[in-house]
Nanobody, 127 residues
Framework: QVQLVESGGGLVQAGGSLRLSCAAS????????MGWFRQAPGKEREFVAV????????SYADFVKGRFTISRDNAKNTLYLQMNSLKPEDTAVYYC????????????????????WGQGTQVTVSS
């Protein structure tokens, strides 16, 4: 069982930055691919970014490329999402998720690939 707790959300003006964190319990964090997803009101949950087990491979949704950076610190069991140049359309609840079973080089982008989810953290970008 893995428990994930997000933090770092808040209210920011357009063009600003936020850094989200996701603290994971357990001693096998380094064996999970980790992803960030988001869900805006009235919309389906969507993929944002994923990082492979070692941190050497990443993938991003087109709408965040060049603005968001995903990273992880396996020694601290923590996942990060640095969000720059935020836009009002980035407003959503952001969730981190853990995939414990994909192959070592995998960076899954489907929500169904993830077994464990955090409770989410709200990000609101004002115009």
């Amino acid at each position: 069982q893995v428990q994930l707790v997000e933090s770092g959300g808040g209210l920011v003006q357009a063009g600003g930055s936020l850094r989200l964190s996701c603290a994971a319990s357990g001693r096998t964090f380094s064996s999970y691919a980790m992803g960030w997803f988001r869900q805006a009101p009235g919309k389906e949950r969507e993929f944002v970014a994923v990082i492979g087990r070692s941190g050497g491979k990443t993938s991003y949704a087109d709408f965040v490329k060049g603005r968001f950076t995903i990273s992880r610190d396996n020694a601290k069991n923590t996942l990060y999402l640095q969000m720059n140049s935020l836009k009002p359309e980035d407003t959503a609840v952001y969730y981190c998720a853990a995939d414990p079973i994909s192959p070592i080089a995998a960076v899954p982008t489907r929500a169904g690939a993830y077994d464990y989810w955090g409770q989410g953290t709200q990000v609101t970008v004002s115009s």
